[in-house]
């Protein structure tokens, strides 16, 4: 039977996970200190309550609701660079900020493949969302189609991509449904040599097409299977709030390996504490790679 890995991201000059507990976590993003939910954090908080209050921005809950309660020096956005990249921190209406620091381990693995590759590959990337696979693979060399079904957060990965000095790269940026894209793609008859996907659990596209995971899901795979190369090099599949285990991905990549050899992994993604070391559970993953 296949080992579970786990793929840790610890800290680093501009992003730091400082705590963590009682439903909670305390990050810091450059020299800004931001408390937000977290239900994966079931278990006791080891700073004292003073380091909590320390923060520039928290978020909370009213009723059904929540929303950001900022100091008033706290800006609307700031850079930080994170993983060789830089990127804009927005602390937006849904808790996020733009930034998952857990996947930092995939971004490298996408870019040791596409440079280990050495040939001129196209990679798509579905649900792009802020841009973090996007930009990892143009600074390999390779070049994107970046999906996503919000215009908003279209425009801020192109807003990464430029602090990342990589706006004039090869890259398509692309306002669509993810599984009408696909379906063009192979009417036109073009492929991809590597396949990202971030699928939501539950979402919509920019015409108000309904996506679940449940529902979906096996399709957009069916799909991805006959537009990837006939001489692929990767396929990676990151989860969040769907509420699957990494085997169950990776059950989906076996024809992949079955096909063209190669390896696959699987398993959960985490954020390291930067003082106790203790890990923070932060998504799944399962990717298939030829090297």
């Not at 408390?35 to 006791?44: E, F, G, V």
């Not at 850079?79 to 930092?104: M, R, S, Y």
């Amino acid at each position: 039977m296949d080992n579970l890995k786990i793929l840790k991201t610890s800290p680093c000059c501009d992003y730091e996970l400082l705590d963590s507990g009682e439903g909670e976590k305390l990050e810091r993003f450059g020299k800004f200190i931001l408390s937000r939910p977290d239900p994966q954090a079931l278990w006791r908080k080891l700073l004292p309550i003073s380091e909590w209050q320390k923060t520039d921005a928290v978020f909370a809950h009213s009723g059904a609701k929540g929303g950001w309660k900022k100091n008033p020096t706290a800006p609307e956005k700031w850079k930080v660079e994170f993983g060789g990249l830089n990127f804009f921190i927005k602390p937006t209406a849904f808790k996020h900020t733009g930034l998952f620091p857990e996947q930092e381990p995939n971004w490298q693995w996408i870019i040791k493949n596409i440079k280990s590759a050495n040939r001129q590959v196209s990679i798509l990337n579905l649900f792009g969302y802020t841009g973090g696979a996007t930009l990892a693979a143009l600074s390999a060399g390779a070049e994107v189609a970046h999906i996503d079904g919000s215009k908003s957060v279209i425009v801020w990965a192109k807003e990464n991509a430029v602090l990342s000095g990589l706006s004039n790269k090869p890259v398509r940026w692309i306002l669509d449904d993810a599984r009408d894209f696909v379906k063009r793609e192979i009417r036109r008859g073009k492929r991809y040599e590597g396949i990202i996907m971030d699928p939501p659990a539950f979402g919509h596209g920019p015409k108000k097409e309904l996506w679940k995971i449940e529902d979906d899901f096996l399709i957009l795979m069916k799909l991805c299977e006959e537009i990837l190369s006939d001489d692929p090099i990767f396929f990676l599949i990151n989860g969040y709030s769907a509420g699957y285990s990494s085997i169950a991905y990776g059950n989906n990549l076996l024809p992949f390996k079955e096909k063209f050899g190669g390896d696959i992994e699987k398993g959960e993604l985490a954020i390291e504490e930067s003082e106790s070391g203790r890990l923070l559970p932060a998504g799944i993953f399962a990717r298939w790679s030829l090297s």
